[in-house]
């Protein structure tokens, strides 16, 4: 019987910081689906929110309202404000770097904040947080790895979680036990056409909540990003971040004029684009950061800069085409303050867990934020609440091949999404 003290799902910032703050007395496995480094949080670009000083409390709380449309769960968005300059000092321990100005930080902007409280490095913060977190648990020796795993289902039998079941590359299916199980599997933008985040995160953990009546909310609240690069290749959007317009840029239509303030939550300025987008009969708008960002471009921003230049456009000197595309999910597993689910012995942490925290529509860099400060809660709650249980066989699963049950799940979460959508309006 493969059995650990607790599983953990994805190899993403909540996935790995859960581990890390559940110590070394825990014997850990991590699955992932991919390798280690292929998650959202390694493509996480803008930075990471902190409250400035104890005067900040009131404007980053009333920008986070302001931007989920005032449907944010207050409770949760007051944890995140209070914890989140322990949680910068518990990255900073770890060997993360920001960038520095003098003897402090160097804080960026980004939009529907009204202060410029955003750190970062330079413009790969998640790659910065993320390789240092692996780099830790790497060195954990109560935690075993597993990568190019894919859990397909959990093992579960009156409404309690004894582990999960995934399938490796080869196609075999095992069980996997344990006492607890988190649920840290991203978004869904894999989901869709055209999206920032990596293809294979389709959702898998919400489809797997549906099936097992685990309780799921705001299933239909999605954010789109006004601005991924526009090109005719196939794949993943590439994302032009939200501090490019923070310190400067600017969009234009097609005869050169701006027209909206670029500043306004997402949710806004996507709408602006698609108007403008409509109104020029173009399939983009263009953004233009030469003329408009006072500091070094390509220093600044240099994977931005570096792969707009492979795509045959130069920021340094000329505008380049952007569009929308879906880039974060506010919805997913239902979880209270601690990151619990509805069901025992079950957690949920990051994009894939909702705590209400986001609302209707996320504010920019607190995404890395809130994963980081619950799954951290996740960890000490599972470690107050310890106890061990006798573990159930589970008969050797059967299930679909990975297209059917790709497709499946798609079906099923996207007529969720829909039926969400009905209840809305
Ligand atoms: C391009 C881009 C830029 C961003 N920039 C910022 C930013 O500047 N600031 C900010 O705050 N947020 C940003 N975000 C959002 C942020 O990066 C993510 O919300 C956050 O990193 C999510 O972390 P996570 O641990 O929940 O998931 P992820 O980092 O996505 O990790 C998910 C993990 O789960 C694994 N997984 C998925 N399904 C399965 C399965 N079935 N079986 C096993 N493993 C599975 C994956 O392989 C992966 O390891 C950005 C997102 C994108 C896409």
Request: charged share 25%; proline share 2%; with cysteine.
């Amino acid at each position: 019987m493969n059995s650990y003290d607790v599983i953990i799902i994805g190899t993403g910032i909540s996935g790995v910081f859960t581990a890390i703050n559940l110590g070394n007395e825990k014997n850990i496995l991590i699955i992932t689906k991919n390798s280690i480094d292929q998650s959202d949080s390694y493509l996480a670009q803008g930075g990471i929110s902190v409250q400035l000083d104890d005067e900040d409390y009131d404007d980053f709380m009333e920008d986070t309202l302001r931007a989920g449309h005032y449907e944010n769960n207050k409770s949760a968005v007051d944890i995140m404000i209070r914890s989140s300059r322990e949680i910068i000092q518990d990255l900073i321990n770890l060997g993360v770097d920001f960038d520095r100005r003098g003897s402090g930080f160097s804080y960026t902007k980004e939009g529907a904040h009204s202060k410029t409280r955003i750190l970062h490095f330079k413009d790969f913060t998640g790659e910065e947080i993320n390789s240092k977190l692996i780099q830790k648990v790497k060195q954990m020796k109560n935690v075993t790895i597993l990568e190019e795993n894919a859990v397909i289902d959990i093992l579960a039998k009156n409404n309690t979680c004894y582990g999960v079941v995934a399938r490796n590359k080869n196609n075999v299916t095992s069980n996997y036990y344990s006492q607890v199980t988190v649920l840290a599997t991203g978004g869904i933008g894999g989901l869709f056409e055209r999206s920032t985040n990596y293809m294979h995160l389709t959702g898998d953990a919400i489809a797997i909540a549906l099936k097992n009546k685990v309780k799921v909310q705001d299933i239909n609240y999605i954010q789109v990003h006004p601005t991924s690069l526009y090109t005719l290749h196939s794949g993943r959007a590439f994302l032009i971040s939200e501090s490019v317009r923070g310190e400067g840029a600017v969009l234009i239509d097609k005869n050169g004029n701006r027209f909206t303030d670029e500043l306004q939550p997402r949710d806004i300025v996507t709408e602006k684009i698609y108007e403008q987008m409509e109104k020029d009969n173009m399939p983009y708008v263009r953004l233009c950061l030469h003329g408009y960002i006072k500091t070094n471009i390509a220093k600044r921003f240099p994977k931005i800069y570096e792969q707009c230049l492979k795509e045959g456009y130069d920021i340094t000197k000329e505008c380049v085409p952007v569009v929308p595309a879906q880039h974060y999910f506010m919805g997913g597993i239902q979880v209270d303050l601690k990151s619990k689910t509805s069901m025992e012995n079950l957690y949920a942490v990051g994009e894939t867990s909702c705590n209400g925290v986001h609302g209707k529509n996320r504010l920019a860099s607190n995404s890395l934020l809130e994963s980081l400060v619950f799954s951290k809660r996740a960890a000490q709650d599972i470690t107050y609440h310890w106890h061990v249980n006798k573990l159930p066989v589970f008969s050797a699963p059967s299930y679909p091949s990975n297209e059917a049950l790709m497709l499946q799940n798609k079906e099923m979460i996207l007529k969720e999404i829909k039926k969400e959508e009905k209840y809305a309006k």
